[in-house]
């Protein structure tokens, strides 16, 4: 089962691929968070804005923080 669902993630992202596209780039900020705390520099990447489990990988973070309403995008003009 996929969690969270993609209702919840509507009703935070204007469409499917909005959704996507706002989730993989938080993704790859949180993989280059964890990445870079070994070096002691993690200044310029945010670390994640949800539970850390055991269990939890980079993309799951960041559908949850989209789902729980933590993430906002715009559209460039």
Excluded: C, T, W
């Excluded at 993609?6 to 009703?11: E, F, I, P, T, Y």
């Amino acid at each position: 089962m996929i969690k969270p669902r993609v209702d919840q993630l509507l009703d935070h992202a204007d469409s499917h691929y909005a959704a996507v596209v706002v989730a993989a780039k938080r993704a790859r900020q949180i993989n280059s968070y964890f990445h870079n705390l070994g070096e002691g520099g993690f200044g310029e990447y945010p670390p994640p804005m949800v539970e850390v489990g055991a269990q939890r990988n980079y993309l799951s973070m960041a559908l949850q923080a989209l789902a729980d309403g933590k993430l906002k995008y715009e559209y460039r003009a």
